[in-house]
């Protein structure tokens, strides 16, 4: 088997495994958010501002997350030959084996989603698609399946360049993959992150904003 048959044998196993594994994750944050909000009275702490969760607003966000994967699958009837088209016209010949690929693989994939997201937040005509995503008044894991049905039309435009500098579709599609399941953990109240970990990267947030400003 070689390099390329191996990425995509990862990510059907991590499609395989995501729906239980997203549904098991949700099933123990109901749990825990209730055993904590059970507590006696006299305890008091950030989990009693919690709201956990709501039968109807998780099926709705549910039915979106499935709805998502079907123009998934509809988008890749374009979006796919044209990566395909811009890495046969690859800038560069990358290592597939080389030690540095996932890496850089990994962190070129987050920096093309930031651009997307970011733009989705301040551009209108973005906004009116990726807003679904906000709609909900919860904040759990079954909120981080309340996708854009319309997003994946267009979304894949932001990726195009990695493919143009030698990135094969297969390769993006497992560091995409990797991205999502990861991003889903960010949706909870439940786990938070502080001390110096959160320091860090609150810094890096404050200097690209600042960046940010100076080109408006």
């Known amino acids: 088997m070689n390099q390329l048959s191996q990425f995509q044998l990862a990510t059907q196993l991590l499609y395989a495994v995501a729906i239980p594994y997203f549904f098991v994750a949700m099933w123990l944050e109901f749990r825990l958010i209730k055993s904590l909000q059970g507590r006696k009275p006299d305890i ?63 962190v070129g994939d987050d920096f093309c989603y930031y651009w997307y997201h970011r733009v989705a937040h301040r551009c209108a005509l973005f906004w009116a698609e990726h807003s679904n995503h906000h709609t909900s008044e919860h904040y759990n894991l079954s909120t981080a399946l309340r996708q854009s049905v319309l997003g994946p039309f267009y979304s894949f435009v932001f990726w195009l360049p990695l493919a143009w500098l030698g990135f094969d579709p297969v390769t993006l599609a497992f560091a995409h993959t990797v991205n999502l399941l990861y991003q889903y953990w960010i949706h909870s109240e439940v786990f938070e992150v502080h001390g110096w970990f959160e320091k860090v990267f609150h810094f890096i947030q404050e200097k690209l904003k600042l960046n940010w400003m100076l080109f408006e």
């Not at 009693?48 to 969760?53: E, L, P, S, T």
């Not at 890749?76 to 044209?82: H, N, T």
């Open 44 to 106: 008091q702490g950030p989990i009693d501002r919690v709201q956990g969760y709501e039968l109807k607003d998780s099926l709705c966000s549910i039915a979106m997350g499935a709805l998502k994967l079907m123009t998934t699958a509809i988008a890749l009837i374009w979006s796919l030959p044209l990566m395909a088209w811009l890495y046969q016209h690859k800038v560069f010949e990358l290592g597939i084996s080389s030690w540095w690929f996932i890496p850089l693989l990994i």
